[in-house]
């Protein structure tokens, strides 16, 4: 059978859940779990992030796969609802609102009664610079006093635009939060995801948001999962099924983009961007066979890849690690151009997936 495999390892992602306990210590911790859990598959992931105190998503359908396995957590729907008939299905499933425009508070407001009967929060999203989502910081305040006087328990809650870098607008951003949360005092605040979690020890306040750290990958450029002491999650791999030996001169794949120099042996492995492995490379690539990095040559297909074998001893089934704790995905989606989020979001549904 091909083999293409995505290995998930839940002592993996309980350890990384450990290290944001250790990190945010006076937090509640919300697991961003929005797309399948960074690719990593919700329903594989949930049982090793029971510890947590809630979760974040993206949109109702992913919400209510968390229901259906039976998970009781606060859910947050960090983009709130599309429309107002999402209200019911969001009661019906204690699920908790960001508001960033005004026609979300009115919809919230239509609901207030069984809103805040239930205990939900309503998390106000503040536009400090980033802007995507929220109200100005001119806005915003009249939001929130409305809703308080109203009787929501709200939460104040911010993006980084670059957590992950140094940026005159950091400063700016946290200025404008501690502002309103000021101005709006008591609120419960929320503005870390996995970098400010690093980054901002003193801006923890009642709720951290991490998503990548959870799967053992990095927010940085220049720190990877061994210097944040994280454990990828993650282990991709596949394995040789035809091996080739070509002359100096000669090519491989399409385009004939390599051309070997000398005499060399290649290995060609069942992976491609038909999984989910990505074709545009900008800088040069590797996969790792028994702890040895060897070299990806030619252009990725749908369902195959060269690599050098020229040097190391495989055989026909010897397994490939695409990216794991040996090849980092941050490595290769550096490699790619991109970022680890994108290589594990975009994994298509052919590999298989086995728990470890
Ligand atoms: C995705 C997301 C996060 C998590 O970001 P990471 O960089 O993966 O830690 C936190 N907060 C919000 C609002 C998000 O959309």
Redesign the pocket.
């Known amino acids: 059978m091909r083999q293409a495999t995505v290995y998930i390892d839940r002592q993996a992602l309980q350890y990384n859940l450990n290290r944001v306990k250790q990190l945010a210590p006076q937090a509640k911790v919300v697991s ?1 779990v ?1 797309a399948n859990a960074y690719g990593h598959g919700i329903k594989d992931c949930l049982d090793a992030l029971k510890q947590t105190d809630a979760f ?1 998503v993206a949109c109702l359908q992913e919400a209510l796969e968390i229901r259906e396995l039976d998970f009781e957590q606060p859910i947050t729907l ?1 983009e709130g609802v599309f429309s107002l008939d999402e209200m019911p299905i969001v009661l019906a499933h204690n699920l908790e609102l960001v508001v960033h425009h005004q026609q979300q508070v009115d919809w919230l407001i239509a609901h207030q009664d069984a809103y805040i009967a239930k205990n939900l929060k309503v998390w106000v999203k503040l536009n400090s610079g980033m802007n995507r989502l929220g109200f100005k910081i001119t806005e915003i305040k009249a939001v929130i006093k409305q809703l308080q006087a109203l009787g929501f328990n709200c939460v104040l809650a911010m ?1 980084f635009a670059n957590a992950d870098a140094e940026h005159a607008l950091n400063d700016a951003q946290i200025a404008q939060f501690l502002e309103i949360k000021q101005d709006c005092a008591p609120i419960l605040a929320s503005c870390c ?3 400010a979690i690093y980054k901002y020890l003193e801006l923890h306040f009642d709720y951290v ?5 959870l799967y053992g990958a990095s ?1 940085f450029a220049d720190r990877d999962v061994h210097d944040l002491d994280l454990k990828p999650v993650m282990r991709f791999t596949a394995e040789i099924i035809a091996l080739n030996s070509i002359q100096a001169g000669e090519s491989v794949g399409y385009g004939s983009t390599f051309i070997a120099e000398q005499a060399m042996t290649l290995a060609i492995v069942s992976i491609g961007y038909g999984d989910g492995y990505p074709r545009a490379f900008v800088a040069p690539n590797s996969v790792v066979i028994d702890g040895q990095f060897v070299a990806v040559v030619g252009r990725v297909a749908m369902d195959m890849i060269a690599i050098d074998v020229t040097n190391i001893k495989v055989d026909l089934g010897t397994e490939v690690e695409l990216w794991g704790p040996n090849r980092l995905v941050d490595d290769v989606a550096s490699a790619n151009g991109t970022i680890g ?1 994108e290589l594990l979001c975009r994994l298509s549904n052919r590999p298989k997936r086995k728990i470890v």
């Open positions: 961003m929005k974040g960090i993006h995801n996995s970098a948001r991490p998503g990548i750290m927010p989020y």
